[in-house]
Each structure stands twice: as structure tokens, then as C-alpha cells.
């Protein structure tokens, strides 16, 4: 699969990469918010991405320190062009994450015919130098990127919803426009990624009321899955240093894609320490 710094034909159009440089955005702690209006989508062969961000961290949980070898750029995007089928099947487990997450905890293995989401998948691919592949599976390619990469691809669907995403096939795209308020940092960290070793879903509930600053100060619990990944490696921390949206248009014939951007922000919250 092409990434956006690869030739190929057709035109291509990445609106904008968002790099915090004072707190890199992490999960679950951030959400991103926009206006877009759509006004020409780029065609059937369009992989419009109303939210792609990236990271790169290694399959041992380290951060990349540009050793092609062994670092890993991850990619996650949500596709609103109704044009783009789920490849994910039950016929075609390769194409799937082997794990679902829904928010309150449950763990789905892609198997799980009766209850695993597979039309909310577009495909995953995984890390060309990943040492314990779940079997069936296939690797992202190898020439668009300097390094391994891993991507994994969602498509409107209920399960969505719940994060600010849309829930169903043609929400957002031309004529539909909208105001998004996504809340990335959340579904980010439920979303499979080769290298996790546990995924911790949070809760939170008022633990005080903070008079002076007129502030709610919280509290959180989680839920804590072990997930294959390199032997005797620590968890990642997933910090996403990429936060675009925009269309990449594959083996096209003058096709062209529009689109208005206004109010992009990403919210990253302050925490504070409640110490007793």
C-alpha cells in the first residue's frame, strides 16, 4: 500500500500533518475537531481519510531511534469514501485485525464469526519485521516507507459511534457536510496494534470539586488485555506524531478531489495529580 511520500499515479492529496511539539498527542488523552466539506470525493479508487494519524514505535515497545530495521511506522485511518468495501472477511481473515476491542473491555478474536464487526474494517497489514505473526496474515509492502510499517484501515459503522466517528456509509462525504468532534485518543488505544502487550480501557468518575479553579478533577480504572507481540517486551506508550486528513487516489485517470477545512484543533487535556 502506498503511503504519501510514494509515487504513483494519480493525484494526491494530504491536506495537513499536525506535529505538537510541546506534547506529542498520546493515548487516550486527546481529541481532534473540524469542519469538512467534501465537494469532489477523488473517484471509486479515493481512500478519503476523515482521520489518519501515525506514530512510529518499535515491536519491543521502544521508540523508533531511525533504525530502519527495527522501527515501525503505524498508521491508523478512517475511510469515508462509500465507495471503499470492506476486504476484511470471514473468508479473508488476513485482511482483519485479529483482535476487536469494544470500549467496556470485550476482546473479539477475528474468528469469532457472530460477533466480531468485520464491515468496519477496511484491512490490516502487519509490520514486515514482526517476529510472531498471528497466522493468517499478510505485510504491509515494503517500498514506501523506509522501515516496516503497519496499517490498519476502519470504515463507517455503528461501533463508532461512540467516538465521535460516523456509523454508517455516506455520513460526511459530498453533500453531508459537518462539524467533527472525534475523540481519536480514546479509539486509538482500543484499536489492535501488533506490537501492544495491554491495552487499558479507562473510565473516569468526579473525584472532587475543585471551588478555586472551578474544575472537576477525576479519577480512572481500567481494564487490562494481554495482546500477542514480540517476546519479553514492555507495553508502548502510543504517541501519534501525524494527525492529517485528506484523500490518497490509486491508479487513477485525471480524477480530482476537493475539500474545505476550517477549525481544526486538537484538545489535549491537562490532568491533575490528586495527591492525599
Known amino acids: 500500500m502506498a503511503r504519501e511520500h510514494y509515487a504513483y499515479e494519480g493525484y494526491q492529496v494530504i491536506f495537513m500533518h499536525i506535529i505538537n511539539i510541546l506534547q506529542v498527542p498520546k493515548s487516550p488523552d486527546f481529541k481532534v475537531k473540524f469542519r469538512l466539506e467534501v ?3 477523488g473517484g471509486p ?7 489518519d494519524i501515525g506514530g512510529c514505535w518499535k515491536n519491543n515497545g521502544k521508540p523508533c531511534d531511525r533504525d530502519v530495521t ?3 511506522t503505524r498508521y491508523s485511518e478512517m475511510i469515508i469514501n462509500p465507495e471503499t468495501k ?3 472477511k470471514p473468508e479473508s481473515l488476513k485482511l482483519c485485525p485479529p483482535y476487536h476491542f469494544f470500549s467496556n473491555g470485550t476482546k473479539i478474536h477475528r474468528t469469532d464469526k457472530e460477533n466480531y464487526p468485520y464491515d468496519a474494517y477496511h484491512l490490516w497489514c502487519a509490520p514486515g519485521n514482526a517476529e510472531h505473526v498471528e497466522e493468517p496474515y499478510i505485510l504491509c509492502d515494503p517500498y514506501s516507507n523506509p522501515q516496516a510499517q503497519e496499517i490498519l484501515q476502519i470504515l463507517p459503522h455503528p461501533i463508532w459511534g461512540e467516538y465521535g466517528y460516523p456509523t454508517k456509509k455516506g455520513d460526511g462525504w459530498i453533500g453531508d457536510p459537518r462539524t467533527w468532534e472525534l475523540d481519536v485518543g480514546r479509539l486509538s488505544q482500543a484499536l489492535y496494534f501488533y506490537q501492544v502487550h495491554s491495552l487499558v480501557f479507562l473510565r ?4 472532587v470539586w475543585d471551588a478555586a479553579k472551578l474544575g472537576i478533577a477525576y479519577y480512572f480504572i481500567g481494564v487490562v488485555f494481554d495482546v500477542m507481540q514480540d517476546p519479553g517486551t514492555t507495553p508502548v506508550e502510543r504517541h501519534w506524531t501525524s494527525i492529517d486528513l485528506g484523500t490518497e487516489i490509486y491508479i487513477s485517470s485525471d480524477q480530482v478531489a476537493e475539500w474545505i477545512v476550517s477549525d481544526f484543533d486538537i484538545v489535549v487535556p491537562k490532568l491533575r495529580m490528586i495527591h492525599e
Open 39 to 41: 465537494k469532489q470525493g
Open 45 to 51: 479508487n479515493s481512500q478519503f481519510y476523515l482521520m
Open 86 to 88: 470492506s476486504w476484511c
Open 204 to 207: 473516569r468518575w468526579p473525584l
Open 70 to 72: 527495527t522501527d515501525v
